[in-house]
Structure formats: C-alpha cells, structure tokens
T-cell receptor, first 113, second 117 residues
Framework: QQQVKQSPQSLIVQKGGISIINCAYE??????FPWYQQFPGKGPALLIA?????SEKKEGRFTISFNKSAKQFSLHIMDSQPGDSATYFC????????????FGTGTRLLVSP | NAGVMQNPRHLVRRRGQEARLRCSPM?????VYWYRQLPEEGLKFMVY????????ESGMPKERFSAEFPKEGPSILRIQQVVRGDSAAYFC???????????????FGPGTRLLVL
C-alpha cells in the first residue's frame, strides 16, 4: 500500500518530442505528489509537485497530470531537450506531521540530439 | 547559500567495519531526513531528525544503524559492522520546517556512495 509504481524504466525521446512518465499509487491518504530530477552523481532536485485537489499543473515545459479516481499521475516534458536527460522519480507523501516521501523506482530519460 | 553538504562522497569499507556518513543541512534548516538508494531502485526513507531528536526512524534497520543530529555539528548516519548489502547511495535532505500545506520542499545533498568489500 505504501508503494508507488513507476513506468517506463527507461525512455529514449528525440529532441523536440514529448516525454511521458507514469506513476500509480494505492494509498488514498497520499496528498502530495512531487517529481524529482536526478543527474548522475547528484542528489535529486524537486522539479514540480501537485496536490490532489487539481488535475493538472504546468511549469514551463513540465506538466503533471493527476487522475485521482484512477490513482495515477504522470509527468509530461514538452519539447524535450538533451539537457533533460536524467533520471526522474515520482514520489508521494501524506501529512503525518512531516513529509515521508515514498519514491518510485525511477525512469532513465535519454533525449537524443 | 550553500546547499546540503554530505561527506564523504565515496566511502569504501570492508565487511565488519564501521561507516560514518555526515550531512550538513542548508543554512537555516533544522529538519534532516536520510534516504537510501539501492542500485536500480528508488530512494527509501530511513529516518527523520530534528536537532537533538529522532522523530521517525521507521525506515531504519533495527540493528547496526543509528542516526543523530546534535545541537552543534552535522547529522551523522552510522552503520556498524557493515555487510555487502549495505552498499548503496545514502542521501540526506533538509527542510526549514516540516509538514505544512503545501509541504516544505526537501533539498537533497549529493549523496554518499558506500561500497562494502
């Protein structure tokens, strides 16, 4: 119940294309869904986050789509660039007084020039 | 403003030795979280600390692992009598407060890669 399932494991997209990464969860108590971006040798960095009271959030080329009834959320990267090549993690947490993040297994994105 | 600092970045230990991982949170942050990332897996929560207090250690193995965040100095994750299965990347994150709506962002350090021979 505490798992967050992420797919695909890896993704190759041409420059200018759309990258789509999907996540699903079981625990309906989760109320915060962030996406993290991690470059090799670095720690994860928050990219964008959404709460379940909205169905979509957009920041620049990055959009989260959230489907509460299906318990799924996805990250869309529009106009993907080689600099977007990184590993992306979805995560979820519930407010228990602090944010205990439950991470997906990650998607390794490669944007080819 | 320096980010979260972790050292060492790489640590090699032989089975049975002790590993000490240090984390200095961002300036003004008094909440520290430790996560472990096994190869080809996502990060898994280990422990959440505030200054001088362990708030939640539900993700930390009961034996050999301990964490502290003293009043002065960095947070320390200590692994005694390391085994090969402890080989992983250990990430520390910090936040200025905890909880809230929306939750405070956790800022991650670059991690310590532990290799147990």
């Amino acid at each position: 119940q505490q798992q967050v399932k992420q797919s695909p494991q890896s993704l190759i997209v041409q420059k200018g294309g759309i990258s789509i990464i999907n996540c699903a969860y079981e625990n309906t108590a989760f109320d915060y869904f962030p996406w993290y971006q991690q470059f090799p040798g670095k720690g994860p960095a928050l990219l964008i986050a959404i709460r379940p009271d909205v169905s979509e959030k957009k920041e620049g080329r990055f959009t989260i789509s959230f489907n509460k009834s299906a318990k799924q959320f996805s990250l869309h990267i529009m106009d993907s660039q080689p600099g977007d090549s990184a590993t992306y993690f979805c995560a979820a947490s519930m407010n228990t007084g602090f944010q205990k993040l439950v991470f997906g297994t990650g998607t390794r994105l490669l944007v080819s020039p | 403003n320096a980010g979260v600092m972790q050292n060492p970045r790489h640590l090699v230990r032989r089975r049975g030795q002790e590993a000490r991982l240090r984390c200095s949170p961002m300036k003004g942050h008094s909440h520290v979280y430790w996560y472990r990332q096994l190869p080809e897996e996502g990060l898994k929560f280990m422990v959440y600390l505030q200054k001088e207090n362990i708030i939640d250690e539900s993700g930390m193995p009961k034996e050999r692992f301990s964490a502290e965040f003293p009043k002065e100095g960095p947070s320390i994750l200590r692994i005694q009598q390391v085994v090969r299965g402890d080989s992983a990347a250990y990430f520390c994150a910090s936040s200025p407060t905890s909880g809230g709506t929306p939750p405070e962002t956790q800022y991650f350090g670059p991690g310590t890669r532990l290799l147990v021979l």
